[in-house]
């Protein structure tokens, strides 16, 4: 048979129809009962195909052209795949298949109306190609093969069909089934299958589309939802041209149990968008996106959400037939005169299933700023090297000499000697031409893309670093320049001029004991946190909500509160700095939601990370020369001539001055726990000088929502100050856990600058009057049953520090990821 419609198809068809087109089917027929939505289609099984080509004696040709490849030769792959190509696209349609196309066409077309309520005659229909190697669990193929949108009337849709069967040989396919010793890589046109499906356009030219993962593509952690979307039709999310997307992320835990669960939103460069054309020529167009909605995020929340619990159904769904797999990669489009959201296409993600199917349990990670012959460069020294930023796709460093290639066509034949193994290639994006190429790179950089891109997918599933979304890369970077290419350092991906010297450590996680105190995370960072969930840890013991403020935030939480007063009042002009906020703040109703909205996301991140652990975060403790240095803050902030003993910590939190501001952390820290239901999420008090200070500020935390014990809720003081050793008894009946902080504590027991170069060999942590000041706050917490735990360096750096902590019966022990892994180590050999 011919032509399948969808109803008719499961996943058990894809030896006739192909891997994409028998997932289509299997959502159709299982999911739409569930509420998803799948526009119709019909499929050119791989029967028709094989017609096709013994109707017009191809097949010997072909196979003929394939076995005298020689792959090592680009030029040799390219003229082979276009001779191939020509073959298909030059050969007749048989009389009877065309038929039977075009009468299901109009079948198709005739389920769907004109604006008078006609029935359409020739709808707008996407072409894909769909192959019997396509979209499996161990192969994705992704990208591999052509897709055609809006495609009208009977003479484009047979037009589209054979170039779908020409894309069977793109110079991509060929070489990939080649690369990864595909059983058909060499045999018959016959043996090797390919099937079309014709579906229904959705009207995401007026609308938006784009692309989720039920996993986390560049640490591989399963507990969320990750989605690119943009304006107009898919392809350019896909491509990674011209545009970077808005990215979200959802926690499929708290999704799963009814929360809004939604940890993240990233407003991207929307700045064009694929629509149709009107030009008889050209069946798509790109055209600008408007100013206004260049700075909206695309998608509401009552889209994500819906989005996310579609991809639950699936993934449930799916799981069943990928051994249990739960990652896969969806597209979807939301139709802009229906306003209704669809999916369009499902298969499963790669990578990570095969890294989980090896059984792979090493840690590796990378490190920027030294290696193992003992080169170093400070942090001063590597922000003076860096010269571009962009998207980091996976945790690998990569240093080699930059080739600027724009456009692979424009470089003819001498391509192939202008491009050596390890080359770093630069360019404005790829697309699957580029594969052969790609495979060789040491990195890859491009202008444009996002998570989902083109560039990203294949470089994940060829292991090799890349930085996407750059923005100017091809022309910041010379070709022959040597760059170090670092994704080890969080969401964002740097490339730094020169060799920088780093390092790459394994260590079998199987082969480590357990340690004898249990170990915690200090962690500052949102975007590391999911590459960090599968160490050996306890939860998170330290996270500080500086970071977040100062690298995602920016602005003073005064000055956003500032700005929304002067705007609500419909003041004409504006300051200078008001202007830079509502730039920071596109895409959020006000400078308050802003705020809240990006700190509850930093929060939710790390929580999501280790969940169901505890996350102990502290509430903000920037000095006022700190504070100043945030957008707007030199209007807010006291000049002290001593900041790191003057208005920090608690004394903010009830000052009238500062109490409004302290008052959007508590409702940022409510949100993250009450409305994303993450509940393992404890709030700590940074430098609390007085037992009326604690007091007060519980009180100001009263009033905001976050009360002690209610929903939960447990409150841990930093215990950083002597006084809160020598008060330790009646602090003790205040809160419910104690956190030493060994750095604050030294210096003000030993009287001590900790950043004072001169008084440096003074400042030890293992000084006795310190060691006293640490037994007796774990003692006395002990005596009150009140958890104690330790977050600093020192037990790392320092072996018997950290036997004299176990000793003294400490109960956590907090450390930054990259000490936890040789403090298990050097806590085996005590």
């Given at each position: 048979m011919w032509c399948q419609w969808l109803k008719h198809l499961s996943l058990q068809d894809t030896s006739t129809v192909g891997g994409k087109c028998s997932s289509l089917g299997e959502m159709y027929?299982?999911?739409?009962?569930?509420?998803?939505r799948v526009p119709n289609a019909f499929v050119l099984t791989t029967d028709a195909y094989r017609e096709f080509i013994l109707h017009n004696d191809l097949e010997a040709k072909i196979s003929q052209i394939l076995q005298n490849i020689d792959y090592q030769n680009i030029i040799s792959l390219k003229r082979s795949g276009l001779k191939i190509r020509n073959l298909i696209l030059n050969a007749e349609f048989p009389h009877d298949l065309r038929k039977n196309v075009i009468n299901n066409y109009h079948q198709l077309s005739n389920q769907y109306n004109e604006p008078d309520g006609t029935p359409q005659e020739n709808t707008d229909v996407a072409v894909r190609s769909s192959s019997t190697a396509e979209d499996q669990a161990d192969c994705s193929f992704a990208g591999q093969y052509d897709t055609f949108l809006n495609v009208r009337g009977e003479f484009q849709l047979i037009e589209s069909i054979k170039a779908c069967y020409a894309s069977l040989y793109n110079n991509r396919a060929i070489s990939y089934r080649h690369d990864i010793n595909y059983s058909s890589a060499q045999s018959s046109a016959q043996s090797l299958g390919i099937a079309?499906?014709?579906?229904?356009?959705?009207?995401?030219?007026?609308?938006?589309?784009?692309?989720?993962?039920?996993i986390d593509t560049e640490s591989g952690f399963e507990d969320v939802i990750v989605i690119n979307s943009s304006f107009g039709l898919c392809e350019l999310i896909v491509q990674g041209s011209a545009i970077k997307p808005d990215e979200y992320i959802i926690n499929k835990r708290k999704l799963?149990?009814?929360?809004?669960?939604?940890?993240?939103?990233?407003?991207?460069?929307?700045?064009?968008?694929?629509?149709?054309?009107d030009n008889p020529s050209e069946k798509t167009r790109i055209v600008p996106v408007e100013l206004t909605l260049q700075h909206q995020f695309c998608l509401t929340d009552e889209n994500i959400l819906e989005l996310g619990r579609w991809a639950l159904i699936v993934a449930k769904h799916y799981s069943q037939f990928y051994n249990g797999q739960e990652a896969f990669d969806i597209e979807f489009a939301f139709d802009g005169l229906e306003r209704k959201m669809y999916l369009v296409q499902v298969r499963p993600e790669t990578v990570?299933?095969?890294?989980?199917?090896?059984h792979n349990q090493k840690f590796i990670e990378y490190s920027i700023g030294n290696d193992s012959d003992n080169q170093e460069i400070s942090k001063e020294e590597l922000k003076k090297h860096c010269i571009l930023s962009g998207i980091s796709v996976g945790n690998q460093i990569t240093s080699g000499k930059v080739r600027i290639i724009m456009n692979l066509d424009d470089r003819g034949d001498n391509i192939s000697f202008e491009f050596n193994d390890g080359d770093i290639l630069v360019t404005t994006s790829t697309d699957p031409d580029w594969e052969p190429l790609m495979k060789r790179a040491g990195a890859i950089i491009t202008d444009y893309g996002g998570r989902t891109s083109h560039a990203s997918i294949v470089s994940r599933e060829l292991g090799v670093?890349?930085?996407?979304?750059?923005?100017?890369?091809?022309?910041?970077?010379?070709?022959?320049?040597?760059?170090t290419v670092s994704c080890a350092e969080g969401d964002v991906g740097f490339v730094y001029n020169g060799d920088i010297p780093f390092t790459k450590t394994e260590t079998d996680l199987s082969q480590l004991p357990p340690p004898p105190v249990p170990l915690m995370m200090n962690l500052a960072s949102p975007e590391i946190a999911f590459r960090f969930a599968n160490l050996p840890h306890q939860g998170v013991g330290l996270a500080r909500e500086e970071f977040i403020i100062n690298n995602f935030i920016k602005a003073h939480p005064l000055a956003l509160l500032a700005y929304d007063r002067e705007r609500s009042e419909d003041q004409k002009s504006y300051s200078e700095v008001n202007e830079k906020i509502a730039t920071l703040i596109c895409g959020y109703p006000s400078g308050r939601q802003y705020y809240i909205d990006k700190l509850s996301f930093g929060i939710a991140r790390i929580a999501t990370g280790v969940y169901p652990h505890p996350v102990i975060v502290r509430f903000s403790d920037f000095k006022s020369n700190e504070y100043a240095n945030l957008l707007g803050g030199h209007a807010y902030e006291p000049n002290e001539e001593n900041p790191m003993l003057g208005w920090r910590g608690c004394s903010r939190y009830y000052s009238e001055k500062f109490k409004e501001a302290f008052g959007l952390e508590c409702l940022?820290?409510?949100?993250?726990?009450?409305?994303?239901g993450l509940d393992n999420i404890i709030v700590m008090l940074p430098f609390c000088r007085t037992l009326e200070e604690c007091r007060n500020v519980q009180v100001v935390m009263d009033e905001y929502g976050l009360k002690r014990g209610q929903n939960g809720l447990k409150i841990y003081l930093m215990c950083e100050i002597p006084a809160n050793v020598i008060l330790a008894d009646k602090f003790c009946q205040m809160v419910d856990g104690f956190s030493i902080g060994s750095n604050d504590l030294t210096q003000l027991t030993l009287g001590v600058d900790r950043d004072s170069e001169l008084l440096s060999n003074t400042f030890n942590e293992k000084n006795e009057a310190v060691l006293i000041m640490i037994s007796d706050a774990i003692r006395i917490c002990k005596k009150h049953g009140v958890k104690i735990g330790i977050c600093g360096q020192a037990p790392s750096d320092h072996p018997d520090f950290a036997q004299f902590l176990i000793e003294q019966g400490i109960d956590t022990i907090s450390l930054?990821?990259?000490?936890?892994?040789?403090?298990?180590?050097?806590?085996s050999q005590l």
């Open positions: 027929n299982q999911l739409t009962p569930q509420g998803i079309v499906v014709i579906q229904k356009m959705v009207r995401s030219d007026i609308g938006k589309s784009g692309v989720m993962f039920t799963d149990e009814g929360f809004n669960s939604i940890i993240d939103k990233k407003m991207g460069d929307k700045r064009k968008k694929m629509v149709y054309s990570h299933f095969q890294n989980k199917n090896k670093t890349c930085v996407v979304g750059c923005g100017n890369a091809t022309d910041i970077l010379k070709s022959q320049q040597v760059v940022a820290i409510k949100k993250a726990r009450e409305e994303l930054t990821p990259d000490s936890i892994i040789p403090t298990i180590k050097r806590l």
